[in-house]
């Protein structure tokens, strides 16, 4: 038995912020499953098996891989253990997952819905600048 918290990393594995990652595992048990136990045939079937142990949190770090197990219904959120309480995605949406079959388990969906919105709003008044003072059709027409 891990004298941590376990937390099931899904996806690959951080390529920024070593230090931060560094600090997290040693707070906690990370377990990260490979590509294939996270087909979700594999995956359902790990979660019956307890294979990950008593998890307490979900952690998917990056919007491009730990989906492989595609839409996070009711059926697979019945999988959890009793003693998940947290999922973290990256992401700004949550239409993949049911967040009700997730809350009536009383697990928390926390996503970084914020993370970009500067960087989003910012590059939205340079597309209607650019739009508005005609860019696109002027970096065209330009002769080199």
Do not use: K
């Not at 359902?44 to 770090?61: H, S, V």
Request: hydrophobic share 45%; net charge neutral; with cysteine.
């Amino acid at each position: 038995m891990s004298p941590h918290p376990i937390v099931l990393h899904l996806g690959d594995p951080t390529r920024y912020n070593p230090q931060t990652y560094a600090a997290f595992s040693s707070a906690f048990t990370v377990v990260r499953p490979s590509a294939t136990e996270r087909q979700r045939p594999q995956f359902a079937q790990a979660l019956r098996e307890r294979r990950w142990g008593d998890f307490a949190a979900i952690f998917r770090p990056f919007w491009s891989t730990g989906g492989e197990m595609g839409r996070w219904d009711a059926e697979l959120i019945a999988l959890l253990p009793g003693s998940c309480r947290v999922f973290a995605s990256a992401g700004a949406g949550f239409d993949w997952v049911d967040t009700e079959a997730l809350g009536e388990r009383g697990i928390i969906y926390c996503n970084g819905g914020l993370a970009a919105s500067e960087a989003v709003a910012d590059f939205a008044v340079a597309m209607v600048i650019s739009t508005f003072r005609h860019l696109p059709w002027a970096t065209s027409a330009a002769v080199i």
